[in-house]
């Protein structure tokens, strides 16, 4: 079955450059999650969309914007990179809201190394 | 709000012997509680939940975990640990319907 694909995988990026992650969800789901895992930290919830519209945020630095398009797909956008920032940055998705009740299906995720 | 407190941030056991992860979880709502596994540079998986209802439940992997609301805990068990079990599992915790939040993730190491 089809799962929650990210992309890239990996991503370099330098201090104070910019960064875009992406996330294409399981056919027909209409909500994605972000979250943020640190080195050797559980994962932080970072923003969700349902219907293309924000429903939820968490700890998402100002720096970072997030939007879901029309084919449902989303993009994190992360600008002025910090050492900070390094991280793996999950997606997950699911159909209709709310779908935490139920436990929603992660992405494989994008490793950031910020330089 | 809703929090997750694993205890034990590294297990060790040996290969056939009893799995146990404990998980507390600290709610205002009756809650929705998940088990997942996370390989080495890998995605997180969904091993098992508690919605509603039966308060044992089984997973993949033949894992299982129990609710049990007077001891607010929702500790995973695995009859007989293999070696590909070594992961770190955390445990969490539904809230809002839209976020989890998760425990700090316990690493669990089996012995050969």
């Known amino acids: 079955a089809a799962g929650v694909i990210q992309s890239p995988r990996h991503l370099i990026k330098e201090k104070r450059e910019t960064a875009t992650l992406k996330c294409y969800p399981i056919?027909?789901?209409?909500?994605v999650y972000w979250y943020q895992q640190g080195p050797g930290q559980d994962p932080q919830f970072l923003i969700s969309?349902?219907?293309?519209?924000?429903?939820d945020k968490g700890s998402i630095p100002d720096r970072f914007s997030a939007q879901q398009f029309s084919d449902y797909h989303s993009e994190l956008n992360m600008s002025s990179l910090e050492l900070g920032d390094s991280a793996l940055y999950f997606c997950?998705?699911?159909?209709?809201?709310?779908?935490?009740?139920?436990?929603?299906?992660f992405g494989s995720g994008t490793r950031l190394t910020v330089v | 709000a809703q929090s997750v407190t694993q205890l034990g941030s590294h297990v060790s056991v040996s290969e056939g012997a009893l799995v146990l992860l404990r998980c507390n979880y600290s709610?205002?709502?009756?809650?929705?509680l998940f088990w997942y596994v996370q390989y080495p540079n890998q995605g997180l998986q969904l091993l098992l939940k508690?919605?509603?209802?039966?308060?044992l439940v089984k997973g993949i992997n033949g894992f299982e975990a129990e609710f049990k609301k007077s001891e607010t805990s929702f500790h995973l068990t695995k009859p007989s640990a293999h070696m590909s079990d070594a992961a770190e599992y955390f445990c969490?915790?539904?809230?809002?319907?839209?976020?989890?939040?998760f425990g700090a993730g316990t690493i669990l190491r089996v012995k050969s």
């Open positions: 997950a998705s699911s159909l209709g809201w709310g779908g935490a009740d139920y436990g929603y299906t």
């Open positions: 056919p027909r789901h209409d909500t």
């Open positions: 969309f349902y219907e293309k519209m924000q429903s």
């Open positions: 709610s205002s709502v009756p809650p929705y």
């Open positions: 508690y919605t509603t209802g039966a308060t």
């Open positions: 969490a915790v539904s809230e809002g319907g839209n976020k989890l939040v």
